[in-house]
């Protein structure tokens, strides 16, 4: 196992990385939970423009997340973690990347971010005053 490694799992062992990946668990269950919520809410209702909303602002956290964690299992060799978390990995993934036809928050605020965005980094060019 290389030094970096070791670091690292010696940093998920101690009581700041505990909480660390505590809070990140936390993050990939509430992803989670809201693609449930989704997936169990009538099509086109408020309930599931929030908790879609929820999960595509989640996802690519999560999956950050439990990428990392399943380095830090693979490198302390606990296995049975490691499968847990590759299935958790994959199942966030799958349904980031597959269930893109909601309608949520990030579909219109997105291109109005876009928009704005463009407009404030454009070079501002003023027009001279007129000449008497």
Aim: charged share 15%; with cysteine.
């Amino acid at each position: 196992m290389s030094s970096g490694l070791a670091s690292a799992v010696q940093f998920a062992g101690s009581l700041p990385g505990s909480i660390l990946l505590i809070l990140g668990h936390a993050l990939v269950l509430v992803c989670m939970c809201s693609d449930m919520i989704r997936l169990l809410s009538v099509p086109r209702s408020h309930r599931r423009y929030v908790a879609t909303t929820v999960f595509r602002t989640l996802a690519l956290p999560a999956i950050v997340i439990m990428a990392a964690s399943v380095l830090i299992d693979v490198a302390s060799g606990a296995w049975q973690n490691v499968a847990t978390g590759v299935f958790i990995l994959m199942t966030v993934t799958f349904r980031w990347r597959n269930d893109t036809d909601e309608d949520n928050w990030w579909k219109g605020q997105g291109k109005k971010l876009a928009r704005w965005l463009r407009n404030q980094t454009a070079s501002r060019s003023l027009a001279a005053p007129a000449a008497a």
